[in-house]
């Protein structure tokens, strides 16, 4: 039982290139979430899946797109990478209110 | 969701017990009372929730007050592996098949452990 995994773990990227990040999760959780945090800050959410086949825009949704094609994974993409999106990406899940996260996504855009 | 105030840092003895303080006191009635934590560059952590009633389980123990405006997490004997960003957060409970946005995390306390 992995619990929630993200890929990759390390990304260097420049201004105006794309990348997709995935999630996944083995424990048949209705709910995923993404989250960035930048240095000092809490957690802010991006977009979020209360199940296959369903996104919704968080806090933060400018500049991501994702997508959840099955109930275990949660994709989120940038289309065209800015300095502004560098931060350490959180992919979580749930089947009620307690979230489990994934080990994170250093993103570094140049 | 009602709005939190936690101490920006605290220190503790390893071995003594560490005493989380929250202030809630906009909290709704039908809110409950979250503690997650975060160890350096790893992804937060569930630690303990509650309505009204103490809880503890094996991680703490979450004492919220009776008029539930504040509640204090215990973690009973620190060690240095509870160094972390302890964050309070309230939200309300939802059922399988409801609404399900995700937390709101402020900057939290910033718990250090002193040998």
């Known amino acids: 039982n992995a619990g929630v995994t993200q890929t990759p773990k390390f990304r260097v990227l420049k201004t105006g290139q794309s990348m997709t990040l995935l999630c996944a999760q083995d424990m048949n959780h209705e709910y995923m979430y993404w989250y960035r945090q930048d240095p000092g800050m809490g957690l802010r959410l991006i977009h979020y899946s209360v199940g296959e086949g369903t996104t919704a825009k968080g806090e933060v949704p400018d500049g991501y797109n994702v997508s959840r094609l099955k109930k275990q994974n949660f994709l989120l993409g940038l289309e065209s990478a800015a300095p502004s999106q560098t931060s350490v990406y959180f992919c979580a899940s749930s089947r009620v209110n307690t979230q489990y996260f994934g080990p994170g996504t250093r993103l570094t855009v140049l | ?115």
């Open chain 2, 1 to 115: 969701d009602a709005k939190t105030t936690q101490p920006t840092s605290m220190d503790c003895a390893e071995g003594r017990a560490a005493n989380l303080p929250c202030n809630h006191s906009t909290i709704s009635g039908n809110e409950y009372v979250y503690w997650y934590r975060q160890i350096h560059s790893q992804g937060p952590q569930y630690i303990i929730h509650g309505l009204k009633n103490n809880e503890t389980n094996e991680m703490a123990s979450l004492i919220i007050t009776e008029d539930r405006k504040s509640s204090t997490l215990i973690l009973p004997h620190a060690t240095l592996r509870d160094t972390a960003v302890y964050y309070c957060i309230v939200r309300v409970e939802f059922t399988s098949g409801g609404g399900a946005d995700g937390l709101t995390f402020g900057k939290g306390t910033h718990l250090i452990i002193q040998p």
